[in-house]
């Protein structure tokens, strides 16, 4: 669901933020990549770099392989900024050799960059590290960062607790929110999170929690969506008292799941702990979200109970997933009409009036004309929790497609904000550009769900450069928490995994 601070307004259906804790195949990451020969994939300790021991699924540690024999990569120029960095050169690229781990996963090591070849049991194995001809990288990213921030979001916010056997994200500690509590949107980041990091005992836990919530529609046919608040002692409500304020599907977080499963498919294949395949759960998915959460064929809803031209959300717009869904489905109004539909939305909403035509800021809750949202109550029109998502999800497709539309958006976004400077981006705007910070004296006012799908945005093009090497920097951190830790640091787990090119469409490779 989404993450506006609406205060859990009753809507039988949704609204926003979530987060929990675990352990996995926790393992070094980075294998040093040489120039000619080949090895075995594993803990490498090639150029110096200390070795460290693989981890399994319950935290404990297990026996680590061999260095291999892949040589130090050679030092080519990053296409972005002009810095030399340690990468593969187009021959054959030798990696560290293979570290054991209890569940048969690939164990890396800490130096270099990807792509790591297919295991025996993923093919897209962490880390990758494909980077997009239509994007820019920051020029020192690491796979270390990404490794250490996965690890501390997943001992964070993912837990067993309360899970029915399972298990969840957890909102542990979100501003005026019932604390460890669970969304559907924390589910779907979770989902995300794990199939990028080739963790699938994980994302099957998730998977099968989302599952035991999944929403019935009022005609009493059974769907995959889920309901979208989950209260910590198991209730689908807003109080633990029988309130229905969770029942519901929030379509971002069906929209996550559905792409989640489709790259589990390109990533392990079959249904690892699940009782159908990863590919037959999400084409059933999104012909749920199709039926339930796209109005008259091309504008994707709240959820499945509400929203409309007159009430929507344009951060749950995900044109690069839809281009997914279309492949998957063979239904091409997902392309020929949703995403046609949401670039319009956003266009409209971008005007004189609103004072964004130069910011790209784009309201919480509008219409599809540019206009406040029709609701018996006041939603936010500003940009704020919610809206800050945007960048991130047009992004995508500016980067994994070249699309003009969304590099014209981000083209906005990435003006305003690099303008700014990563450092100085403040919690909430007025769509003017005006701050309006929502909790200034919080880690310093730095929100993670704003500077990281700010730098995303700004993937797009060279010449922001050096505002998303700026923005790494603060993301690598882990500690812009401002709006609560849940949603802050799944925000910056996203956002770097994007950024070092590890968050990838699979279908656009063999």
């Not at 957890?170 to 509590?181: C, K, Y």
């Not at 919610?386 to 969304?406: I, L, N, Y």
């Amino acid at each position: 669901m989404n993450r506006g601070r609406l205060a859990l307004i009753t809507l039988s259906c949704m609204l926003p933020f979530l987060a929990e804790a675990g352990c996995s195949n926790q393992t070094p990451e980075d294998a040093v990549l040489g120039s000619g020969s080949t090895a075995t994939v594993g803990t490498g300790t090639a150029g110096g770099l200390g070795q460290t021991s693989a981890t399994n699924t319950s935290g404990n540690a297990v026996s680590v392989g061999s260095t291999g024999s892949g040589a130090v990569g050679t030092a080519v120029t990053s296409t972005q900024s002009g810095a030399t960095t340690s990468q593969p050169t187009a021959s054959s690229a030798g990696v560290g050799g293979t570290g054991n781990t209890t569940d048969g996963g690939t164990t890396m090591g800490t130096g270099g960059r990807g792509p790591t070849p297919p295991s025996a049991t993923a093919n897209f194995p962490f880390p990758q590290n494909r980077e997009s001809e239509h994007c820019v990288y920051p020029a020192a990213y690491s796979n270390a960062d990404v490794r250490a921030l996965y690890d501390a979001w997943k001992t964070h916010l993912v837990t067993a607790d309360g899970a029915g056997g399972f298990r969840r994200v957890a909102r542990v500690a979100e501003p005026g929110l019932q604390p460890n509590s669970t969304v559907s949107e924390g589910i779907a980041y979770g989902m995300l999170i794990s199939v990028y990091m080739d963790d699938q005992a994980l994302f099957d836990d998730l998977w099968r929690y989302a599952l035991k919530y999944a929403w019935t529609s009022e005609n009493g046919d059974p769907t995959l969506l889920m309901n979208w608040y989950i209260h910590a002692d198991g209730n689908v409500s807003g109080g633990g008292d029988g309130d229905p304020a969770g029942h519901g599907a929030a379509t971002d977080a069906d929209e996550d799941i559905a792409f989640s499963l489709v790259m589990a498919d390109r990533q392990w294949g079959g249904g690892g702990a699940l009782e159908r395949s990863y590919l037959e759960y999400a084409q059933e998915l999104i012909g749920d979200i199709w039926a339930y959460e796209i109005a008259d064929e091309r504008l994707p809803k709240n959820g499945s109970g509400w929203g409309g031209d007159n009430n929507l959300n344009i951060s749950y717009f995900a044109p690069a997933y839809y281009r997914v869904f279309a492949e998957v489905s063979g239904d091409s109004r997902w392309v020929d009409n949703v995403v046609a539909y949401v670039y319009t939305v956003i266009d409209n909403n971008l005007n004189a009036e609103n004072g964004n035509e130069q910011t790209g800021l784009v309201p919480a809750w509008s219409q599809s004309n540019g206009t406040p949202a029709s609701h018996t109550s006041s939603l936010p029109f500003h940009y704020q929790y919610d809206s800050c998502r945007t960048p991130f999800r047009v992004g995508q497709d500016a980067c994994w497609h070249g699309d003009e539309r969304a590099r014209a958006y981000v083209a906005k976004t990435s003006s305003f904000f690099s303008g700014i400077g990563a450092p100085n981006i403040v919690d909430g705007y007025e769509l003017n550009g005006t701050p309006r910070p929502e909790f200034p004296d919080s880690f310093g006012g730095l929100s993670g769900a704003f500077i990281g799908p700010a730098a995303v945005g700004a993937m797009h093009d060279g010449a922001f450069a050096t505002f998303v090497d700026t923005a790494y920097a603060l993301v690598r951190e882990n500690n812009a928490w401002a709006g609560g830790q849940y949603y802050d640091e799944s925000w910056l787990m996203m956002s770097i995994l994007m950024m070092t090119g590890n968050f990838l469409d699979y279908t656009q490779y063999d």
